[in-house]
């Protein structure tokens, strides 16, 4: 079994609604666990019997419809495996999505999905449902759309128990072709599993299509680690290539002009611009550990950087930024470059005495813009 715990990413907005939704998901499963357990609407308690009424009409039927069921179902469980498997899921996700689409936009992308994702189920089937887990899915298809590149940490029961990293994609798609063999069997009878697949892969459809239909139109901001941005690297790359292949070949350069060092840097250069910037950056620290004279261009170097952050490693990611600042004493993002290393030695690194030192170097890079910041980390050194 893969249960999901945390992600790489890192995030800006406290996930209050995500806290907020798995609050109200288990509260209302303990009241309906201690309503059951007081013999629901069999009960001699008038309380009792309506509170059970009550959550009995928040199930969506097909064949005894309530258009308010389309959202009060999604906060219905079947049991404690029920409603935790689906918390434990919208935990990791539902933090990384809030912080892109902010709080009242994924209150309603969850609810709204959700609904969707119901309503195809009332149309298919006449079988009443329950869950959060259309809900869910929707959120785990966004998170792929908005962070494709991005690693899982998940905790493996199967034989032995432990902690790993996974991509993101794997992940996802093992859980979307699981669900898609599991419809594909319910229908041809060979799972009588009561499990609602079709509203799983409705909320994989609809989120997936909702979210890239909000980056697509900018009504999200498009970031470097998104799907919509892969997809138009790809398109560049292909259409640099055509481009390359149609154009006469002609020399503009004698081939002793061409040295070790500069060809290395044109290969760490080109590997980081075809969209592989983490292998880029990979040879860029082997290249300047022998040789410490090679230098790289400034939107190179961020690229780098940035690589380094997703995967995890500080260090490399220190030594990156710290030849952009030596490298690039020109740049306009020497202010921010130099507040992101300030946070490292801090929060990662526990050098408090090169974070003093970068501070006070850069104190006339830093803009109106930085002086949070700055406070926040000047702060955190007291």
């Known amino acids: 079994m893969l249960f999901p715990i945390g992600t790489d990413l890192h995030h800006k907005r406290y996930p209050t609604v995500t806290y907020v939704l798995i609050g109200v998901n288990l509260l209302i499963f303990a009241l309906q666990w201690a309503i059951n357990q007081a013999d ?11 509170a059970a009424s009550i959550l009995s009409n928040a199930a969506l039927s097909g064949t005894d419809f309530h258009i308010y069921s389309l959202v009060t179902y999604q906060f219905i469980h079947a049991s404690w495996w029920h409603v935790l498997g689906n918390m434990i899921f919208l935990l990791p996700f539902g933090k990384a999505v809030e912080d892109r689409l902010g709080h009242v936009g994924f209150a309603c992308f969850y609810l709204g999905c959700g609904a969707i994702g119901g309503a195809l189920h009332a149309l298919m089937t006449a079988s009443p449902v329950i869950g959060a887990s259309g ?7 966004s998170f792929i759309v908005l962070a494709p590149r991005t690693r899982i940490k998940v905790l493996l029961i199967f034989f032995i128990i432990g902690i790993y990293y996974i991509p993101s994609l794997l992940f996802v798609l093992f859980f979307v072709l699981f669900d898609t063999f599991s419809l594909l069997a319910s229908l041809a009878g060979a799972n009588d599993a009561p499990t609602a697949w079709l509203v799983h892969l409705g909320g994989y459809i609809f989120g997936f299509g909702i979210t890239f239909g909000l980056l697509a139109s900018g009504i999200i901001q498009s970031t470097q680690y998104d799907l919509a941005t892969m997809f138009r690297q790809a398109n560049r790359r292909r259409a640099y290539k055509k481009v390359v292949s149609e ?5 503009t350069a004698k ?28 040879q860029y620290i082997n290249a300047v550990n022998d040789d410490a004279k090679i230098k790289l261009d400034h939107r190179t170097l961020l690229m780098l950087g940035s690589a380094l952050i997703q995967d995890g490693r500080i260090e490399d990611e220190v030594k990156v930024y710290g030849d952009f600042l030596e490298h690039h004493k020109e740049s306009d993002e020497r202010g921010e470059v130099a507040l992101l290393l300030v946070a490292k030695y801090i929060r990662n690194l526990r050098n408090t005495k090169r974070a003093r030192e970068l501070l006070a170097e850069f104190s006339s890079d830093f803009s109106d813009n930085h002086q949070s910041l700055v406070a926040t980390l000047s702060s955190e050194l007291s």
């Open 247 to 251: 154009m006469p070949l002609h020399r």
């Open 255 to 282: 081939q002793e002009d061409y040295t070790p060092r500069s060809l290395l840097t044109a290969s760490i250069t080109q590997t980081a611009a075809a969209g592989n910037p983490l292998v880029a950056a990979k």
């Open 40 to 50: 629901g609407l069999q009960s001699s308690n008038e309380v009792v019997r309506s």
């Open 135 to 141: 809900s869910v899915c929707a959120i785990t298809a």
